[in-house]
């Protein structure tokens, strides 16, 4: 543009997400929920977005529901395929924090490599991992899909757990025990973390 | 968990778009920004973002600063990797909508097959196309990024305007002249579309 482009060479964000920060007044964070097919870590993700939300937060979950048939869309289930779709959400999550938007991820994410991936793309307690841990026999049980099922009948390969690893996170942020403890009392454990990294300051009115 | 997992299948979002709309005051959008190298589209993302912050709205802008390097660092230039990486800038616009977020993106999209693939993924009215209108003399004499002299210098292949074709948008929801227009006058003319198209209302004060 005429009059800018004499002396402006790159114009730079102004809205950083420090500003962001300090009009929400929250922090930002990934809330990576991890752990088994059935475990719970969408139906918690969606619990505690709904909690944030009420406490006048910016937030927002990405899952299977919104990222599987479109940013990811391209990808099977390859260990590959597998790798690159964990990457693309990580780095999608890490728009959403420079956003200003607490980002609540909900994915098996097996591989410790590559949740570490994610982790290491972002500044050191940016990345908090949440073991969504449950005893496979629960999350079978449960079978809210079919998955279980159609895995152990052969039709889907591949399958962690069943023909698959699922390799326990070493130091998360936080476990909650999805296969025993209550929607609610995990929620909590969830919001109370956020309170105690100071991502969340104390309960403020909602507008 | 054991409370939640008898009677709940699927936990659907419940802090939907129409919610975060309703929260903040305003709706929300894409706003495409498509035009030469040099145009002045990523300045101009910039400041439409920063009047629409201070009008309290919540924004992102997409450009090649937080995107190429990350979401789309796998992908190189030719033809069907530019064609993947507007696919997948379309995809994470519309989360970020789905998030209550006016997005903006500032890529030079030369394709039209590309960005009437953008459009078709969100619903009528959610995609807004700003051609950033600027001759390529113009641009060339900017050069701040200096690549138009490399492109003549044949060390960049496949570069829009010299080697490669731009596509001028057919139907685009705004025109604006970076090319003579002055920056102030370019901004305003983008939130004035926002304005009589409903995604904003009258000026707020910020809190």
Redesign the interface.
């Given at each position: 543009?005429?009059?800018?482009?004499s002396n402006?060479?790159?114009?730079?964000?102004?809205?950083t997400r420090e500003?962001r920060e300090r009009?929400t007044g929250h922090k930002t964070a990934i809330l990576w929920f991890t752990g088994l097919s059935g475990a719970?870590k969408?139906?918690?993700a969606?619990?505690v977005?709904?909690a944030l939300?009420a406490r006048g937060c910016?937030?927002?979950?990405?899952d299977g529901?919104?990222?599987r048939h479109?940013?990811c869309?391209?990808l099977g289930f390859s260990e590959e395929d597998r790798q690159?779709n964990i990457r693309?959400i990580g780095?999608?999550a890490?728009?959403?924090l420079?956003?200003?938007?607490i980002v609540l991820t909900a994915f098996i994410s097996p591989f410790r490599r590559d949740r570490r991936a994610v982790r290491n793309?972002v500044m050191h307690g940016d990345f908090l991992e949440v073991y969504c841990k449950a005893p496979i026999e629960v999350c079978e049980e449960?079978d809210?899909?079919g998955l279980y099922k159609k895995a152990r009948a052969g039709l889907i390969k591949d399958f962690t757990g069943i023909s698959s690893p699922y390799e326990d996170p070493v130091n998360p942020e936080l476990i909650v025990n999805?296969?025993?403890?209550?929607?609610?009392?995990?929620a909590d454990q969830v919001i109370k973390m956020l309170e105690e990294r100071g991502i969340l300051s104390a309960p403020k009115v909602s507008?």
């Open positions: 543009m005429s009059k800018a482009s402006v060479v790159w114009h730079h964000a102004t809205v500003r009009r719970g969408s139906t918690l969606h619990a977005e709904e939300y910016n937030t927002f979950v990405l529901d919104n990222v479109g940013l869309g391209d690159e693309r780095e999608a890490k728009l959403f420079e956003a200003g938007v793309l449960r809210v899909k999805t296969g025993t403890d209550s929607l609610e009392t995990c507008n």
